[in-house]
C-alpha cells in the first residue's frame, strides 16, 4: 500500500469513526496497518487507534498501538514524532493509572524539545502530568501543571485544550473541596463548548456536563446534577464511550445516595464497578467502593461498610492516592466510634493525620486543615493555597 493510497484509507477511517461506525473503521485502520509501508502513513494510524481505544476505555489496547507507535517514530528519527508517540505512552499509563510511569515519560518529552510541533504538545504534556500529580495526591504540583497547561493553551490558542484543562481544574477543586471553583471550570469548559465547539467531538462537550454534575451534587443541588449527568450519559451511550458512562453512573448512585435513597443508588455503583473493573479504572474503583461504603453506613451495616473499606483501601495503597486513604481513615473512625471500638478508633485518627501532614493539607495562613469542608480557596502565584477567608 503506498503513500496516497495509505492516506485515502486513513481518512476513510476518520469518517467512520466520526459516523459512530466504530467497529468499521477499527477495521479499516489495522488494514492500513498491516499493509502500508509509509511509516509516517503507519504513525498516522496508529494516532487513529490510540484515540479510538482510549474513548472506548480499551486502555491496554492503547498501551499496546503507544508502544509500536513509538518504534515506529524511531524509525522515522524525528523529535517531533518521537515526543507525540511518548506523550501518548504517557497519557495510555494516566488511564491505566500507572501514575509513576506518566509523570516520568511526560518528563521524558519536556526533555526532548523538537521544533514546533513539540512546543505545541507541551500544553497537553502538562495537563497528563497534572491529572498524574492529581491520581497521587500531590496537590502543589498537580496544581502548576494545570497552570502551565492553561498558559500554553492561552498562547496557542488551543480551545480544546483549554476545555480539557477546566474540566482537569473542576475534578481538582472538587477534591479539595472549594466547591465553587469546582463549579466554575466545567462551567467555562461548556462555555468554550459552546463559542467554539461546533465542528468539536461530542466528547468535550459530555465531559464538561458530567464534571458540573458532581459540583452540582456537591452544593446539593441535585436536580441540577441530575439533568447535566442525563446530558453527558446520552452523549457517552451514543459514542460508546465507556469510561465515561462509568463515571455518570457514579455520579447518578451519588446524587441517589444524596437522597437517602439507598435502594436507587446500590445498582448504579455496580453498574459502574463492573465497567470501571473492565476498562481498569482503578481510581474510579475507589470511588464507587467510598459510595457504596456509606450507603452501608446509611443503613447502619458497619460490617459491610469495613469489607469495602478494605478493598478500597487495597486500591488506594496499590495506586498510592493519598486522599482516597485519607477518606477511609475518616470512615474508619467513624465506624469503629459507633461501635466503641477505642483501639482502632485511635489507630485511624493517627492515620489519618499522618495522611493530612503528608498531602500538606495545611492552610499557610491559619494553620487548618484544607479539603475537610466546602470552603473557598485561593491559590498563591507559587502553588500554595491557603483559605480565602
Not at 102 to 123: A, P
Not at 201 to 223: D, P
Not at 231 to 239: C, D
Not at 295 to 316: G, N, R, V
Amino acid at each position: 500500500m503506498g503513500q496516497d493510497q495509505t492516506k485515502h484509507q486513513i481518512e476513510k477511517g476518520l469518517h467512520l469513526y466520526q459516523s459512530n461506525q466504530t467497529e468499521k473503521a477499527l477495521r479499516v485502520w489495522m488494514r492500513v496497518l498491516e499493509k502500508s509501508a509509509d511509516p509516517a502513513g503507519r504513525f498516522r494510524v496508529l494516532g487513529c487507534l490510540i484515540t479510538a481505544h482510549a474513548e472506548m476505555g480499551r486502555y491496554k489496547d492503547m498501551l499496546k498501538f503507544a508502544v509500536v507507535q513509538i518504534d515506529t517514530a524511531r524509525e522515522l528519527e524525528d523529535p517531533d514524532y518521537l515526543t507525540e508517540s511518548y506523550l501518548n505512552l504517557a497519557r495510555s499509563n494516566e488511564k491505566l493509572c500507572e501514575f509513576q510511569k506518566t509523570i516520568s515519560y511526560c518528563k521524558t518529552c519536556l526533555n526532548m524539545q523538537g521544533t514546533t510541533v513539540s512546543l505545541q504538545l507541551n500544553g497537553q504534556v502538562s495537563l497528563s502530568m497534572g491529572n498524574a500529580f492529581l491520581g497521587l495526591s500531590i496537590f502543589q504540583k498537580a496544581l502548576e501543571c494545570f497552570e502551565k497547561a492553561l498558559r500554553y493553551a492561552h498562547n496557542n490558542d488551543d480551545k480544546m485544550l483549554e476545555c480539557r484543562v477546566c474540566c482537569s481544574l473542576g475534578n481538582f477543586y472538587t477534591q479539595i473541596k472549594d466547591y465553587e471553583k469546582a463549579l466554575f471550570f466545567p462551567c467555562k469548559a461548556a462555555e468554550l463548548v459552546n463559542d467554539y465547539g461546533k465542528g468539536w467531538s461530542l466528547k468535550y462537550r459530555a465531559m464538561s456536563q458530567y464534571h458540573m454534575a458532581v459540583a452540582y451534587r456537591k452544593l446539593g443541588r441535585l436536580a441540577d446534577a441530575m439533568d447535566c449527568c442525563e446530558e453527558s450519559m446520552k452523549i457517552a451511550l451514543q459514542h460508546g464511550d465507556r469510561p465515561l458512562q462509568a463515571l455518570c453512573l457514579l455520579c447518578f448512585a451519588d446524587i441517589h445516595r444524596s437522597r437517602k435513597d439507598v435502594q436507587t443508588a446500590f445498582p448504579r455503583y455496580d453498574s459502574s464497578m463492573s465497567i470501571m473493573t473492565e476498562i481498569g479504572n482503578r481510581l474510579g474503583l475507589i470511588q464507587v467502593l467510598l459510595g457504596v461504603t456509606k450507603c452501608w453506613m446509611i443503613q447502619k451495616e458497619l460490617d459491610k461498610a469495613l469489607e469495602s473499606i478494605e478493598k478500597a483501601q487495597e486500591l488506594a495503597e496499590g495506586l498510592g492516592n493519598k486522599l482516597g486513604l485519607l477518606k477511609l481513615h475518616c470512615l474508619c473512625e467513624r465506624i469503629y466510634r459507633t461501635k466503641e471500638q477505642q483501639r482502632e478508633l485511635r489507630d485511624h485518627v493517627v492515620k489519618f493525620h499522618e495522611c493530612v501532614e503528608e498531602m500538606e493539607l495545611y492552610c499557610g495562613m491559619c494553620g487548618e486543615s484544607i479539603g475537610e469542608k466546602n470552603n473557598q480557596l485561593q491559590a498563591l502565584p507559587c502553588s500554595h493555597f491557603f483559605h480565602l477567608k
